[in-house]
């Protein structure tokens, strides 16, 4: 179905239940709405309906803990969240409430670095280029602003 065509009222076959019950609990409700064309409002009222929750909230391990203070200081909170098989936002926000505080180090950007971030801030979007170099979404924006190639906008 072509997307903004957007299929309403009509019956989920066997093949869209199939992969609501695969990737819903995974939080992948635009994907689905955007492979069935259905609005996302009626991807979630379908999953509600039929028992699905997206990833179980779990509480943290005195081991996560530890290792978020080891790694918190020198690491970026997406390579964490990686290793520990957490979101991003969840991450952040369990450093935060820990009290812990990114190291004041920062390592100088290589030649490398601003020529990947050059020619890839056209087509891609920060987020995805930051984790591709391995710095912060926040560190990529601030040196394409200090490159010339972003303006600063209200939501920065």
């Known amino acids: 179905m072509a997307k ?12 869209e239940l199939k992969l609501l019950k695969k990737l819903y609990p995974k939080g992948k409700a635009r994907q689905i ?10 991807v979630r009222q379908k ?3 039929i028992g699905l929750k997206t990833r179980q909230w779990r509480l ?12 918190y200081p020198n690491q970026t909170a997406q390579n964490i969240a990686a290793l520990l ?8 926000l369990k450093a935060l409430n820990l009290g812990l505080r990114k190291s004041k180090f920062h390592p100088p950007w290589s ?6 971030l050059k020619k890839s ?15 912060t979404v926040g560190a990529a924006k ?10 600063r906008s209200p939501q920065d």
């Open 4 to 15: 903004g065509e957007k299929n309403t009222w009509i019956i989920w076959s066997e093949d």
């Open 85 to 92: 098989g957490r979101s991003l936002g969840v991450v952040s």
């Open 60 to 71: 943290w391990s005195a081991d996560e803990i530890k290792l978020l203070k080891e790694l």
């Open 111 to 116: 030649p490398q670095e601003e020529t990947l």
């Open 47 to 49: 999953a509600y309906r």
């Open 33 to 42: 709405s955007d492979q069935t064309g259905r609005p996302l409002s009626a």
């Open 121 to 135: 801030y056209p087509t891609n979007t920060v987020m995805h280029i930051a984790e591709r170099i391995g710095r």
């Open 142 to 151: 601030k040196k394409l602003i200090d490159m010339g190639l972003k303006e």
